[in-house]
């Protein structure tokens, strides 16, 4: 692979983990009028005590009501791209849902092959095979098993996803320049990032020093959903969340007790918002999984 060839995969590797950068920790605040508490982390880099990096972590957050804790709403962080043993983990976590939602713009009641969709001689294809060359780490949409009947279709099919775009003028040149101007093209932790990626490039051990580079920029890319989000929400995070949670009230209003919701950590601080404010829950408990191993 020449330079050149290895700073245009590096390039599209950047964006391939866009919504990855954006499941960083929800910016802290709290509304002026309300007593409403911050939203809980959902990803995380964890450390020993020293400040050593151990893991990319994920959380399972739990809402309920206090009063009628045997029903119960999981928001499940997910990493798209993550250690084979994060991935087992989460199939035998969600054996234990009455119902698990999913994210996949596609139509109506999408389900997901065994081992994810065909793979074909594509750009996109050959990209995939890149990242997993390169940082050493598997698939979501390969690793998870869609195929038990509890697995729920909940998000929008592409039709109902172009035609809310084009209503809110919401395309993709349009978040870029959000986040453009909220700063997103930024040095992490006064580190120059163009020289972190050559070195790593250069190292001995370029898949640990590659995946501890994407965690550390994911980990502090604190408040970008905010950005991409804009004054009036967006498709691709709020509308789409929306359209999940109609699904929730489906599932809920049908008797299902215990409801997983398994979503990129970017849409849950919105997530969060509604559980609080339209479904009357509060997040009573939080577990960590460890998606990234940071130590090899």
């Known amino acids: 692979m020449t330079v050149r060839s290895k700073l245009s995969f590096?390039?599209?590797?950047?964006?391939?983990?866009?919504?990855?950068?954006?499941?960083?920790?929800?910016?802290?605040?709290?509304?002026?009028?309300?007593?409403?508490?911050?939203?809980?982390?959902?990803?995380?880099?964890?450390?020993?005590a020293g400040g050593k990096p151990l893991a990319l972590q994920t959380a399972i957050v739990r809402y309920a009501d206090p009063q009628n804790p045997a029903v119960y709403v999981d928001l499940v962080g997910a990493v798209h791209i993550g250690e084979q043993a994060y991935y087992d983990k989460l199939n035998d976590e969600f054996k234990n849902y009455d119902a698990l939602l999913y994210e996949i713009v596609a139509p109506k009641g999408t389900r997901i092959p065994?081992?994810?969709?065909?793979?074909?001689?594509?750009?996109?294809?050959?990209?995939?095979?890149?990242?997993?060359?390169?940082?050493?780490?598997?698939?979501?949409?390969?690793?998870?098993?869609?195929?038990?009947?509890?697995?729920?279709?909940?998000?929008?099919?592409?039709?109902?996803?172009?035609?809310?775009?084009?209503?809110?003028?919401?395309?993709?040149?349009?978040?870029?320049?959000?986040?453009?101007?909220?700063?997103?093209?930024?040095?992490s932790k006064g580190e120059d990032m163009n020289a972190a990626f050559l070195m790593a490039m250069l190292s001995n051990n370029r898949q640990l020093r590659m995946k501890q580079i994407f965690a550390s920029q994911m980990d502090g890319m604190e408040g970008q959903m905010r950005a991409i989000e804009g004054k009036n929400g967006s498709t691709l995070i709020s509308q789409r969340n929306a359209k999940a949670f109609e699904v929730l009230k489906e599932q809920l209003d049908a008797g299902k007790k215990q409801i997983g919701v398994f979503y990129g950590a970017g849409h849950f601080a919105d997530m969060h918002r509604r559980l609080v404010e339209d479904f009357g829950l509060q997040p009573q408990s939080t577990r960590w999984l460890d998606a990234w191993d940071l130590t090899k």
């Open 114 to 187: 065994k081992g994810g969709p065909k793979r074909n001689g594509s750009a996109v294809s050959g990209l995939q095979n890149g990242m997993k060359d390169m940082l050493g780490l598997e698939f979501q949409l390969e690793q998870i098993d869609y195929s038990p009947a509890n697995f729920v279709h909940a998000d929008m099919t592409p039709e109902e996803m172009a035609a809310d775009m084009a209503e809110r003028g919401d395309g993709f040149l349009q978040m870029f320049a959000r986040l453009m101007g909220a700063g997103m093209v930024q040095q």
């Open 10 to 48: 590096l390039l599209a590797l950047i964006v391939q983990f866009s919504s990855a950068l954006l499941a960083a920790q929800a910016e802290e605040q709290t509304a002026p009028e309300s007593e409403e508490k911050s939203p809980p982390t959902f990803l995380r880099i964890h450390e020993d």
